[in-house]
């Protein structure tokens, strides 16, 4: 499964914006997908995923009621709507299914594959 992440840009503090992981292939309606993020001279990590049931989601709570994960199955994409943007909240978003079809929630970057290139989100103060 290969992802493509889009939809960063520069917004100020307060802003919005939406991210897409769009997938060349079906198939990954049947993976668990997160969203991760990695700011210069910083480890990457864990923002948001979502189940392939799409049942499930699971936010870092930094984000957690400003950020929005979901999944249009139709379009094989998965979005994240981010609101309230912060300056610390500026970094490289990384889309990513996890390494198996079928599995669960995970916070673990080792648990997933299939990494996008990544989209730039910078926020102004």
């Known amino acids: 499964v290969q992802l493509q992440a889009s939809g960063g840009g520069l917004v100020n503090t307060g802003g919005s914006l939406r991210l897409s992981c769009t997938a060349s292939v079906g198939m990954v309606n049947y993976f668990t997908v997160g969203w991760f993020r990695q700011a210069p001279g910083k480890e990457r990590e864990f923002v948001a995923a979502?189940?392939?049931?799409?049942?499930?989601?699971d936010y870092v709570d930094s984000v957690r009621g400003r950020f929005t994960i979901s999944r249009d199955n139709s379009k094989n994409t998965v979005y994240l709507q981010m609101s309230m943007l912060k300056p610390e909240d500026t970094s490289i978003y990384y889309c990513?299914?996890?390494?198996?079809?079928?599995?669960?929630?995970?916070?673990?970057?080792?648990?997933?594959?299939?990494w996008g290139q990544g989209t730039e989100v910078t926020v102004s103060s």
């Open positions: 990513a299914a996890r390494r198996s079809p079928r599995t669960g929630l995970s916070r673990d970057d080792s648990d997933f594959g299939s």
């Open positions: 979502i189940s392939w049931t799409t049942v499930g989601t």
